[in-house]
Protein backbone atom coordinates (compact mmCIF):
# COMPACT_ATOMS: atom_id res chain seq x y z
CA UNK A 1 0.00 0.00 0.00
CA UNK A 2 1.28 3.47 -0.68
CA UNK A 3 0.49 7.00 -0.52
CA UNK A 4 -3.80 7.32 -1.93
CA UNK A 5 -3.78 9.39 -5.33
CA UNK A 6 -5.82 12.10 -6.05
CA UNK A 7 -8.97 10.78 -6.46
CA UNK A 8 -8.92 8.71 -3.14
CA UNK A 9 -7.50 11.90 -0.77
CA UNK A 10 -10.69 14.19 -2.44
CA UNK A 11 -13.29 11.07 -1.02
CA UNK A 12 -11.10 11.02 2.39
CA UNK A 13 -11.53 15.10 2.41
CA UNK A 14 -15.17 14.87 0.93
CA UNK A 15 -16.34 12.65 4.19
CA UNK A 16 -14.30 14.91 6.49
CA UNK A 17 -15.85 17.97 5.21
CA UNK A 18 -19.53 15.83 5.64
CA UNK A 19 -18.58 14.98 8.95
CA UNK A 20 -17.16 18.19 10.66
CA UNK A 21 -18.35 20.87 8.45
CA UNK A 22 -16.78 23.34 6.66
CA UNK A 23 -16.28 25.74 9.28
CA UNK A 24 -15.20 23.55 11.88
CA UNK A 25 -12.27 22.37 9.92
CA UNK A 26 -10.27 24.94 10.45
CA UNK A 27 -10.53 25.19 14.55
CA UNK A 28 -9.82 21.07 14.05
CA UNK A 29 -6.60 21.94 12.42
CA UNK A 30 -5.42 24.84 14.91
CA UNK A 31 -6.28 22.15 17.70
CA UNK A 32 -3.87 19.67 15.65
CA UNK A 33 -1.16 22.58 15.59
CA UNK A 34 -1.19 23.39 18.94
CA UNK A 35 -0.83 19.73 20.26
CA UNK A 36 2.11 19.32 18.10
CA UNK A 37 3.86 22.52 19.40
CA UNK A 38 2.97 21.57 23.17
CA UNK A 39 4.17 17.83 21.98
CA UNK A 40 7.58 19.43 20.66
CA UNK A 41 8.06 21.35 23.77
CA UNK A 42 7.13 19.34 26.73
CA UNK A 43 9.97 17.00 24.27
CA UNK A 44 12.37 19.82 24.02
CA UNK A 45 11.75 20.28 27.77
CA UNK A 46 12.38 16.38 28.84
CA UNK A 47 16.09 16.66 26.93
CA UNK A 48 16.82 20.11 28.72
CA UNK A 49 16.15 18.23 32.45
CA UNK A 50 17.71 15.23 31.15
CA UNK A 51 20.98 16.79 30.26
CA UNK A 52 20.90 19.46 33.57
CA UNK A 53 20.32 15.94 35.64
CA UNK A 54 23.96 14.37 33.77
CA UNK A 55 25.39 17.92 34.95
CA UNK A 56 24.95 17.46 38.30
CA UNK A 57 25.64 13.60 38.37
CA UNK A 58 28.94 14.23 36.72
CA UNK A 59 29.38 17.14 39.46
CA UNK A 60 28.58 14.77 42.27
CA UNK A 61 30.95 12.10 40.84
CA UNK A 62 33.66 14.43 40.59
CA UNK A 63 33.03 15.40 44.32
CA UNK A 64 32.66 12.18 45.10
CA UNK A 65 36.14 10.98 43.98
CA UNK A 66 38.04 14.26 44.98
CA UNK A 67 36.50 13.73 48.79
CA UNK A 68 38.04 9.83 48.34
CA UNK A 69 41.55 11.07 47.26
CA UNK A 70 41.94 13.42 50.08
CA UNK A 71 40.86 10.86 53.17
CA UNK A 72 43.50 8.96 51.12
CA UNK A 73 46.23 11.08 51.44
CA UNK A 74 45.39 11.88 54.42
CA UNK A 75 45.30 7.95 55.86
CA UNK A 76 49.09 7.30 53.70
Do not use: Q
Not at 9 to 36: C, E, T
Amino acid sequence: MGMPSMPELLVILAIVVLLFGAKKIPDLAKGMGKGIKDFKKAIKEDDEVEAKADVKEIKDETKTATTENKESATKA
